[in-house]
């Protein structure tokens, strides 16, 4: 198993830029498939971004790619999350995920087996 923990999270105007980072536990952080949602008051939680293994592939929800960039470094067991550009509709709470199997639903929440406690990153407008 893996804990995961974000940081990184913030207030920051529009236009700005934020990177949040999910240390996660253990020595086998490569075997895991890793992701990032989000979920705002009131509304479900919404796939951000994945990324494999290796880190060699990624996928984006539509509403930011092109403006963040998901990566990962194995050796430090870490995954981050580069937002470019924010807008106030990026504000939530942002959660790293991740698994262990390989899924064709990468952007399921209920796919992944293992969650972070969540950073809260505010965009003011």
């Known amino acids: 198993q893996v804990q995961l923990v974000e940081s990184g999270g913030g207030l920051v105007q529009a236009g700005g830029s934020l990177r949040l980072s999910c240390a996660a536990s253990g020595r086998t952080f490569s075997s895991y498939r890793m992701a990032w949602f989000r979920q705002a008051p009131g509304k479900e939680r919404e796939f951000v971004a994945h990324i494999s293994r290796g880190g060699l592939t990624t996928y984006y929800a539509d509403s930011v790619k092109g403006r963040f960039t998901i990566s990962r470094d194995n050796p430090k067991n870490t995954v981050y999350l580069q937002m470019n550009s924010l807008k106030p509709e990026d504000t939530a709470a942002y959660y790293c995920?991740?698994?262990?199997?390989?899924?064709?639903?990468?952007?399921?929440?209920?796919?992944?087996?293992?969650w972070g406690q969540g950073t809260q990153v505010t965009v003011s407008s």
């Open positions: 995920a991740a698994r262990s199997g390989a899924s064709n639903y990468y952007s399921s929440p209920r796919m992944y087996n293992y």
